[in-house]
């Protein structure tokens, strides 16, 4: 319940928190080393752009449980870090949309026109009629690169400029672009084809660097180059250089690659450069939105268990859909169960889910199913966001698998475990509502409630095994509880889960497994 709230955020963001039973503290212009000392006493932390939320600062923050970006873009913000260390990071998507879309078509209105320029040089004296000759927008084919939020406001914006709008976004259909009046073109033939460049895609691997020498000598001469997404997609000294040529007329950037910004940067010092310090989302309606927007959804995560706007969570949003809490813990059963039967060093696990309802959920019964065995084999907290990291970290490679329907059962998840050598499989079904069974283990098929301590093993289908463990049961004082037994089809191994009530002891275990004809045997606590 402890928020600490950086940046300037407007203040409903705290207001709202507080009113809701959380403790707030705001400090607008912390220290990178401030923050390092005092992110430890804090379970939420909500920034804008400026704080950095390093590894560094994430590794510090040992009760952070939520990272909040009062705004779009979360590459200030250590994904994989928080990510591992199963800390929920959400952004406000929308909050800032039409503010970033306004200011990026007044960037490109000014940059055409030279407005910033006139404007400085009247107010030093100057009448220059002739010097700041513009271009004109009508009939100009801008390139909107990143066809998101943003980037189709700016489109729609511009068209009724009479600009014809192309664009490239890899995720973006060709039929919804149409339906936009955008034409989807490679990323070439934008740049090769545009009077305009305007960028809105986010800052990643693909896109650092995105304009360079490489693709400027692809654009047209005199090409006029729009920034308002993040720095970095741009090369500086390449769009620097290629302005000097004359190859880009005019840019006009409202982020840069280091913020803030050095007054020696190069760009600074061209005259074709118009620039404002990461302003697009500066409004009061864009601020008062994302603040509200960030408060509301953790008051609603707190309250109802809700996620909205989690960008490294969508397992956890999954987990909240109708009907699936029982095959969430049936999963984790399972994965618990594997854990304390399936050899050491296991590499692999493949996860099987049969029936339609579970296709949806493959990838949170997955997490689920990991979190179940990590939970045994290591120390480690582990939940539904750090789950996939986790795994790998311990050398475990996934696999998930969906059958549409399994002709005994309507809902089946089974899962996997291998270390190269031995393969163990364990399969478990809800009956009715939320009725959870185990109904298999490896070739056997059986049923019996995961819960409590049960001795489950393999043994040679032989008389008098079961009468000599229940016999061992007996000598150390334990009442049996439930006994599942099965056989394989060739009845040449027989295997037997007996749920006792009571604690197994190791020396108990041992007894069971020196018993004649009994193979593996494993004590499974629940
Ligand atoms: N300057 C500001 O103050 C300000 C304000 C808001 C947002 N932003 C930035 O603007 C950008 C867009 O924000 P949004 O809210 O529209 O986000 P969004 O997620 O709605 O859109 C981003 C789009 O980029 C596309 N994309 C991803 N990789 C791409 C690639 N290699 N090439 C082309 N497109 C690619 C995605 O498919 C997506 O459609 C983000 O970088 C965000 O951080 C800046
Ligand atoms: O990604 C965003 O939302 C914008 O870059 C706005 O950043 P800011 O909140 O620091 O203004």
């Known amino acids: 319940m402890n928020v600490l709230i950086t940046d300037g955020i407007d203040p409903q963001c705290g207001q709202i928190l507080t009113q809701n039973g959380f403790t707030v503290t705001e400090k607008p212009k912390i220290s990178k080393d401030e923050l390092k000392e005092i992110i430890g006493n804090f379970d939420k932390l909500i920034v804008r752009s400026a704080t950095k939320v390093t590894a560094e600062i ?19 913000i250590d994904l994989e870090a928080a990510t591992r260390n199963g800390i929920i990071v959400m952004n406000t998507p929308g909050g800032n949309t039409v503010s970033a879309a306004e200011h990026t078509c007044a960037m490109m209105l000014s940059a055409a026109r030279r407005i910033p320029q006139a404007t400085a040089d009247l107010k030093q004296g100057n009448w220059s009629k002739t010097k700041f ?15 998101g939020k943003i980037g189709r406001e700016v489109a729609s914006r511009m068209q009724a400029f009479g600009m014809k ?99 020696d940067n190069p760009l600074l010092k061209l005259d074709q450069v118009i620039a ?28 109802t268990g809700k996620l909205k706007g989690a960008v490294n969570a969508s397992a956890v949003e999954l987990a909240q859909a109708p009907g699936v809490r029982s095959y969430l813990t049936l999963a984790e059963k399972l994965g618990a169960t594997l854990a304390q039967m399936a050899p050491d060093q296991a590499n692999k696990m493949t996860v099987r889910t049969s029936g339609e309802f579970l296709h949806t959920f ?10 179940g065995f990590l939970d045994v084999r290591q120390s480690k907290d582990t939940n539904y966001i750090n789950a996939f990291t986790m795994a790998k970290e311990c050398g475990i490679s996934l696999e998930q698998k969906f059958e549409k329907e399994n002709p005994d059962y309507t809902n089946l998840i089974r899962i996997e475990l291998e270390n190269g050598t031995t393969k163990r499989m364990i399969g478990g079904t809800i009956f009715g509502e939320k009725e959870i069974r185990i109904v298999m283990i490896d070739q056997f098929l059986v049923e019996f409630k995961p819960e409590g301590n049960i001795i489950i093993y393999n043994n040679t289908d032989k008389p008098g095994v079961i009468a000599n463990v229940t016999q061992l049961l007996l000598q150390h004082n334990l009442n049996v509880a439930y006994v599942a037994l099965s056989r394989d089809e060739e009845k040449n191994m027989a295997m037997t889960a007996i749920v006792v009530d009571g604690e197994v002891t190791p020396v108990l275990l041992d007894e069971v497994r020196n018993v004649n004809g009994v193979d593996v045997a494993n004590l499974v606590s629940l």
């Open 58 to 76: 994430i590794e510090c923050g040992t009760k952070l449980k939520l990272i909040g970006r009062a705004g779009a873009g979360v590459d200030n």
């Open 133 to 147: 000759s513009g271009v004109e927008l009508e009939g100009k084919t801008l390139s909107v690169i990143g066809l």
């Open 165 to 263: 709008t192309i664009a490239y976004d890899p995720m973006i259909p060709d039929e919804y672009a149409a339906k936009l009046n955008i034409e989807l073109l490679p990323l070439h033939e934008n740049f090769m084809r545009a009077d305009f460049i305007t960028i809105h895609s986010s800052l990643n691997e693909s896109t650092r660097n995105l304009i360079s020498k490489e693709t400027l000598d692809l654009m047209k001469d005199g090409v006029i180059i729009v920034n308002c997404a993040r720095g970095g997609i741009i090369n500086e000294a390449d769009l620097a250089e290629a302005i000097l040529s004359g190859k880009v007329s005019a840019a006009a950037l409202d982020v840069f690659e280091t913020e803030p910004v050095s007054p």
């Open 276 to 303: 404002t310090p990461h302003i697009a989302a500066s409004t009061s309606e864009a601020q008062e939105k994302v603040a509200i927007q960030i408060a509301d959804q953790i008051v609603e995560w707190k309250q």
């Open 362 to 371: 493959n990838e949170v019964i997955t997490a689920a199913a990991l979190k």
